[in-house]
C-alpha cells in the first residue's frame, strides 16, 4: 500500500525566491511518483514523475524533484519563483499496478 | 479537440434531481477515470474503467452510476445527491499498457473538471 503527506497547506514565496514544496511518501513496493499542477479552473497536469531511472527529475515550467529513498522524500523545487507558478501542487505515489495516491495538495502563492 | 473535456463545467442541483457528467477524450487512451476533489482532502479515486470494462469502484454510494459506452467516452449519472457530494469531479485518462506489471507509472491526463453543488 502507498501514501503520500505533503506539508504544508499553503506556501508562500517572492517572485524570484527558491520555491520548496515538500513531499514524504511511504510504498510497500519500489514507488513512482508524480508532481501535478493545478491552475484555477483547470484539471491537474503532469509536472514530472521518477519511476526508477535518475533520481533527479527535470520537469516543465523549470521545475525538478529529486527522489531520496533513504528520507523517503520527493520534494519539489524551483530556483526563480515567477508569479505564473501560483497554483496548486499535488505529489502522489503509486507502485507496480496499484493505481495513484494522491497528497492533499500544497497551494503556492508568488508575491511580487 | 484535443485533450479531455468535461461538460457541464457547472451544474447546480437539488437532491432529488437527476443529471449526467459527460466527459470526452480525443487522446486514444483506453482506460478512464472518474475522481472527487473535495476542498482540505486528497483527490478520491471513485471509477476506473479500462477497455470499457469497470476495473474499480471504491466503494461508491450507489447514487453515483458510472457508464462507459465506448474507449472516448465516460459518463457519470447522479440521481439523488446529498449536500456533502457537491465538489469537483475530475475525469481523467490514460493509456494502458499491454505489459501490467507497472501499470502505476502510467501518466494521467485530466480535464478541467465538473463542479457540482448539491442544494
Known amino acids: 500500500a502507498q501514501s503520500v503527506t505533503q506539508l504544508g497547506s499553503h506556501v508562500s514565496v517572492s517572485e524570484g525566491a527558491l520555491v520548496l514544496l515538500r513531499c514524504n511518501y511511504s510504498?510497500?513496493?519500489?514507488?513512482?511518483l508524480f508532481w501535478y499542477v493545478q491552475y484555477p479552473n483547470q484539471g491537474l497536469q503532469l509536472l514530472l514523475k521518477?519511476?526508477?531511472?535518475?533520481?533527479l527529475v527535470k520537469g516543465i515550467n523549470g521545475f525538478e524533484a529529486e527522489f531520496k529513498k533513504s528520507e523517503t522524500s520527493f520534494h519539489l523545487t524551483k530556483p526563480s519563483a515567477h508569479m505564473s507558478d501560483a497554483a496548486e501542487y499535488f505529489c502522489?505515489?503509486?507502485?507496480?499496478?496499484?493505481?495513484?495516491?494522491f497528497g492533499t495538495g500544497t497551494r503556492l502563492q508568488v508575491f511580487p | 479537440e484535443t485533450g479531455v473535456t468535461q461538460t457541464p463545467r457547472h451544474l447546480v442541483m437539488g437532491m432529488t434531481n437527476k443529471k449526467s457528467l459527460k466527459c470526452e477524450q480525443h487522446?486514444?487512451?483506453?482506460?478512464m477515470y472518474w475522481y472527487k476533489q473535495s476542498a482540505k482532502k486528497p483527490l478520491e479515486l471513485m471509477f476506473v474503467?479500462?477497455?470499457?470494462?469497470?476495473?474499480e469502484n471504491n466503494s461508491v454510494p450507489s447514487r453515483f452510476s458510472p457508464e462507459c459506452p465506448n474507449s472516448s467516452h465516460l459518463f457519470l449519472h447522479l440521481h439523488t445527491l446529498q449536500p456533502e457530494d457537491s465538489a469537483l469531479y475530475l475525469c481523467?485518462?490514460?493509456?494502458?499498457?499491454?505489459?501490467?506489471?507497472?501499470?502505476?507509472?502510467?501518466?494521467?491526463?485530466f480535464g478541467a473538471g465538473s463542479r457540482l453543488t448539491v442544494l
Open positions: 481523467a485518462s490514460s493509456q494502458e499498457r499491454s505489459n501490467q506489471a507497472d501499470s502505476g507509472a502510467n501518466v494521467l491526463t
Open positions: 510504498s510497500s513496493v519500489p514507488p513512482y
Open positions: 521518477y519511476t526508477s531511472a535518475a533520481t
Open positions: 502522489a505515489v503509486s507502485g507496480g499496478t496499484d493505481k495513484l495516491i
Open positions: 487522446l486514444g487512451h483506453n482506460a
Open positions: 474503467y479500462s477497455l470499457e470494462e469497470r476495473v
